[in-house]
């Protein structure tokens, strides 16, 4: 450490030092004002100090040379601060959904790839900058409420087209659970004129009006519907939900390919495991519904 | 001729901390013109310089923001700023460890979005009224124009229009 800044513990220097900095950058910033009573003294010594020390003229106030000095000082100052681990703050940020949306690692499941097929690529890149740069974003923190989904978030976009009949907002959904890997589980285009996408509180809700265009009627724990925010499930229980299709006149067997999408987390010291977002797209009509818009 | 309200560009990461960390509290560079080159001309209002005009940050951070520009100097600046910023307050204790890491780690990140620009829409009567809209001497100043600080800006005293293409 400095000998002007030997008389305190490391981040009361450094405290010191980037005020220091921030003064020779704007020192009308509120956040130079000194905290000591003979800060200014000691700034001033700093300041001297390191002018000699990296070449500086006493009388040298130009743009460059204050640039010089406040870098220098920014480097006394890191070494007196614990480096942050930064895997562990993005982690920490992405569990509380406040990771910038750009910074996630995306990775995108088989089945939509699947469906998708040669025409993947192009679904991927809007799938990407859907996350990126989103028009809205959702995000379910750390489990907490024993009603709600945890470390999942929705995201959506808008795409225009020169057609506003085929422009679309792209919704997708992926789950956090892997530090800062976005893992893609669900993503749809759901197209302008359709009236629900006019009306809805947040993207669940989104979601669940695409559900309930496109969905089949499931039977989860007992209970039937297009879309299921979040249910327990049993580990090791095969077929947890049913498709209805006595109650689903467009979705008979022979002439639909019915996808149940859903996000499957463990419960928090339980042996149970949590479903999310858990909805039965019929792929056949949501296929017919892309390629009437030119897809 | 001068509104009734006062405009301030600043990067998106600056208001996300300030609602996080500081309690909401803001300090903002400010001008009575988004583009001071609609002021009338001879004003100290018109001679606002481009790097410290609402209007040439705004551009500036979202052209940067779209392009990708790794070698902005606006966003590398801000970057010093927010690194020195949050030493401070750590040293302050306005914020502990955890939040201080958040900070520095987030401003390092890969992220382009924290930099988009955020135009802030400062109404300027209750501001004037409580003597908080400060006139930054000339030897402070870019230019000869006009520049204006608030250091103690409230989330619920300004709305702001968000800039961004992508």
């Avoid at chain 2, 790097?51 to 010093?80: A, M, Q, R, V």
């Amino acid at each position: 450490m400095i000998p002007s800044l030997s008389k305190y513990d490391n981040i009361t220097a450094a405290g010191i030092l980037a005020r220091a900095a921030l003064s020779l950058e704007d020192e009308y910033n509120p956040a130079t004002t000194n905290q000591f009573s003979d800060e200014l003294e000691i700034r001033e010594s700093i300041i001297r100090e390191f002018r000699e020390k990296i070449g500086i003229n006493p009388g040298d106030s130009s743009h460059d040379a204050l640039d010089r000095l406040a870098d220098a000082l920014d480097l006394e100052c890191d070494s007196l601060i614990e480096k942050p681990n930064d895997y562990e703050t993005l982690k920490r940020l992405a569990d509380k959904g406040e990771l910038p949306s750009d910074v996630f690692e995306i990775s995108i499941i088989d089945n939509i790839k699947i469906f998708f097929g040669r025409k993947y690529d192009t679904e991927k890149n809007i799938i990407e900058e859907t996350i990126r740069f989103p028009d809205r974003e959702q995000h379910y923190g750390p489990p907490s409420n024993q009603n709600d989904p945890f470390l999942i978030s929705l995201f959506s976009k808008n795409f225009p087209n020169k057609n506003p009949r085929n422009s679309f907002t792209m919704l997708v959904a992926g789950c956090r659970d892997s530090g800062v890997k976005l893992s893609v589980h669900q993503a749809w285009r759901i197209y302008k004129e359709k009236k629900y996408v006019e009306k809805f509180a947040n993207l669940v809700d989104l979601l669940r009006n695409f559900a309930d265009e496109f969905g089949a009627e499931i039977e989860v724990g007992g209970k039937r519907g297009n879309f299921f925010l979040t249910t327990d499930i049993q580990n090791n229980t095969p077929n947890q939900f049913k498709v209805n299709f006595k109650n689903n006149e467009h979705a008979s067997r022979k002439r639909s390919n019915i996808t149940i999408s859903h996000f499957v987390q463990n419960n928090q010291g339980e042996k149970s495991k949590r479903a999310s977002l858990i909805v039965a797209i019929d792929l056949i009509k949501y296929r017919k519904m892309l390629k009437s818009h030119g897809w | 001729m001068a509104g009734l309200i006062l405009y301030s560009t600043n990067p998106w990461i600056a208001h996300d901390i300030s609602k996080k960390y500081l309690n909401g509290k803001h300090f903002v560079w400010c001008s009575e013109y988004f583009d001071p080159t609609m002021a009338p001309h001879g004003t100290s209002e018109s001679a606002v310089a481009p790097s410290s005009s609402p209007k040439g940050i705004f551009e500036t951070l979202k052209n940067d923001c779209d392009g990708e520009d790794c070698h902005s100097s606006l966003i590398h600046g801000y970057k010093k700023t927010f690194s020195r910023l949050s030493k401070s307050w750590l040293a302050e204790g306005i914020i502990d460890n955890v939040q201080y890491d958040e900070i520095i780690v987030t401003v390092k990140s890969k992220s382009w979005k924290i930099w988009r620009p955020l135009l802030y829409l400062i109404p300027k009567e209750k501001i004037l009224a409580s003597g908080r809209l400060i006139k930054v001497p000339r030897s402070k100043r870019a230019s000869i124009g006009t520049e204006l600080q608030i250091h103690d800006l409230y989330v619920d005293e300004f709305d702001f229009i968000e800039g961004f293409s992508k």
